[in-house]
């Protein structure tokens, strides 16, 4: 028997199963802001048909809904395969998306700013590009998952270069 303390404890729920508008459905990653604005990222069905669940769904650690941006499709804007999303310092939210193989940049109010990549394995291409996160000078971190290799990008998408291999 384990003598162990838990250093956590259940304290509340946030959202909940909704296919749009407040809640969640298929929950694949979240970002806090330094405002305190928890982005939900919501990879919903197998298609990448328009207009499906897949979105952002914005709130507080409190659980007050703030609103929703995105939904699938492949335009601008749109997510087909979301995977990973995280918050620069100046409050623009990015995700990445393993099917269009690219990065899709919005403020932090949800408005489309911008998007890079494509395909392939060249400097700023992705293959299957997932995780993603800022490093403590504020370059986005992409792993690039079929490619093996961490790719590193300044805020606007310019190539600060790469590393790992298959092994």
């Known amino acids: 028997m384990s003598t162990h303390k838990s250093l956590y404890k259940y304290n509340h729920t946030i959202g909940m199963f909704n296919l749009f508008g407040r809640g969640f459905y298929n929950p694949v990653d979240a970002a806090l ?3 305190g604005v928890l982005y939900v990222l919501s990879r919903a069905g197998s298609g990448m048909a328009e207009g499906s669940p897949k979105r952002v769904t ?3 650690l409190n659980g007050d809904y703030l609103g929703e ?3 699938g499709g492949t335009d601008d ?3 087909a395969w979301p995977v990973s999303i995280a918050v620069s310092s100046d409050g623009n939210v990015y995700v990445s998306d393993e099917f269009l193989n690219r990065i899709s940049v919005f403020d932090k109010g949800g408005h489309f700013l911008d998007k890079w990549g494509a395909k392939g394995s060249g400097d700023g291409e992705f293959e299957s590009p997932s995780g993603i996160t800022f490093d403590k000078d504020d370059n986005l971190l992409v792993v690039d998952s079929v490619n093996n290799r961490i790719q590193r990008y300044t805020k606007d998408g310019r190539s600060l270069g790469s590393w790992g291999q298959g092994g």
């Open 77 to 79: 804007g749109m997510l």
């Open 33 to 35: 802001s330094s405002e």
């Open 58 to 60: 914005m709130c507080t």
């Open 69 to 71: 941006f995105s939904m």
